[in-house]
């Protein structure tokens, strides 16, 4: 499969803890974008990187949030002290370089977060 | 802010009866608009964008500035149709997407 890919798919955790999801975008994308999706919501917009540059934050992404890039190609994002609000799908999408207009985005199958 | 609506959260259809499943935005500049779809257990997969002025599997959808509406029109719906829809909006030319809370259509046999 060469689509986007996420790790892991599911993600059981207790309030309080980190969680770390990974996502590797196709290969010759070099955009890569993180949302987040709430039941009964369409996805939100987290965060945006062009290469490993971290280009545009969303409110949403308080400071129990970080995202990277290091190299450019897969992308982690860490939560930490999860707090039962936090679960939710968090999709990650990737395109490919592009201008001014927009590509369209590929996303991955998505990770579901639980916080009991 | 940009914003975008769908009033609808289900829409339930008989095979061969036509579809419309609406969407409304709100952004002061020139977005761009589109459609996502998300079938079972699959994924989000983008459907068609108002530039392209293209059908994709029988769906169109026109953008209509003056009611900044961009609705999902079919003329007859298929069972295979039915899957989660989203109306999506980029605006600005950062590729940051604002997507509406999705529609399920159920085209009914």
């Known amino acids: 499969d060469t689509g986007v890919s996420q790790d892991p798919r599911h993600k059981i955790t207790k309030r309080g803890q980190n969680v770390t999801f990974r996502c590797d975008p196709i290969?010759?994308?070099?955009?890569l974008y993180w949302y987040r999706q709430t039941l009964g919501q369409g996805p939100e917009f987290l965060t945006y990187?062009?290469?490993?540059?971290?280009?545009?934050k969303s409110r949403l992404l308080s400071d129990r949030f970080s995202a990277e890039r290091p190299k450019g190609s897969f992308s982690t994002l860490e939560i930490q002290r999860t707090e039962q609000g936090d679960s939710a799908m968090y999709l990650c999408?990737?395109?490919?370089?592009?201008?001014?207009?927009?590509?369209?985005?590929?996303f991955g199958p998505g990770t579901r977060l639980t916080v009991l | 802010a940009q914003r975008v609506t769908q009033p609808e959260k289900l829409l339930s259809v008989f095979k061969g009866a036509p579809v419309e499943l609406k969407c409304n935005y709100s952004?002061?500049?020139?977005?761009?608009l589109f459609w996502y779809v998300q079938y079972s257990r699959q994924r989000l997969q983008l459907l068609l964008r108002?530039?392209s002025r293209e059908s994709i599997k029988g769906f169109t959808a026109d953008l209509n500035k003056g009611e900044t509406s961009f609705h999902l029109k079919k003329p007859f719906a298929q069972e295979e149709d039915s899957a989660m829809y989203y109306c999506?909006?980029?605006?600005?030319?950062?590729?940051?997407?604002?997507f509406g809370t999705g529609t399920k259509l159920q085209v009914i046999p």
């Open positions: 999408a990737s395109t490919e370089p592009g201008g001014y207009s927009y590509n369209e985005q590929f």
């Open positions: 290969s010759e994308h070099n955009r």
């Open positions: 990187f062009q290469n490993e540059a971290q280009l545009e």
């Open positions: 952004y002061s500049g020139s977005p761009e």
């Open positions: 108002h530039i």
């Open positions: 999506a909006l980029e605006a600005g030319g950062y590729q940051k997407v604002t």
